[in-house]
Nanobody, 125 residues
Framework: QVQLHESGGGLVQAGGSLRLSCAAS????????LGWFRQAPGKEREFVAA????????NYADSVKGRFTISRDNAKKTVYLDMNSLKPEDSAVYLC??????????????????WGQGTQVTVSA
C-alpha cells in the first residue's frame, strides 16, 4: 500500500515562505517521479511541480516558476516543496503525488498513480 503523508502547511502572510514535506512509504520511491498538485475551493486540481527520480529533472507550473522549488531526498524517502514570495492565490490544499512511468513533464498533464491526503496552505493578503 502506497502512502504519502504531507506536512508543513499553515497560515502565512503574502510575501512569506513555507516548506512542505511529503514522507513516502513507497517500495518504488527511488524510481518514482514525485510531484505536488494543489486544489483551491471550487477549482480543479492543478499541477504545481514535479521532480524525476534522480532529482536531475524538474518541471514547474508557470504560475510558480521562480518562486517554488521542488527537491527530493531518496535516502529519507521525502520530497519537499519550498515556497517563497507566496501570494493569496497560492492558497489551496497541496497534495503530494507519485507516478511510476511518468516524467516530470508528463505528470503535469497525466496526473499520478498515488496521492496524499493534502496539507492546507493559506496566504493572507
Amino acid at each position: 500500500q502506497v502512502q504519502l503523508h504531507e506536512s508543513g502547511g499553515g497560515l502565512v502572510q503574502a510575501g512569506g515562505s513555507l516548506r512542505l514535506s511529503c514522507a513516502a512509504s513507497l517500495p518504488t520511491f527511488g524510481t518514482d517521479t514525485l510531484g505536488w498538485f494543489r486544489q483551491a475551493p471550487g477549482k480543479e486540481r492543478e499541477f504545481v511541480a514535479a521532480v524525476s527520480w534522480t532529482g536531475g529533472s524538474t518541471n514547474y507550473a508557470d504560475s510558480v516558476k521562480g518562486r517554488f522549488t521542488i527537491s527530493r531526498d531518496n535516502a529519507k524517502k521525502t520530497v519537499y516543496l519550498d515556497m517563497n514570495s507566496l501570494k493569496p492565490e497560492d492558497s489551496a490544499v497541496y497534495l503530494c503525488a507519485a507516478a511510476r512511468l511518468l516524467t516530470p513533464q508528463t505528470m503535469e498533464t497525466q496526473g499520478a498513480d498515488s496521492w496524499g491526503q493534502g496539507t492546507q496552505v493559506t496566504v493572507s493578503a
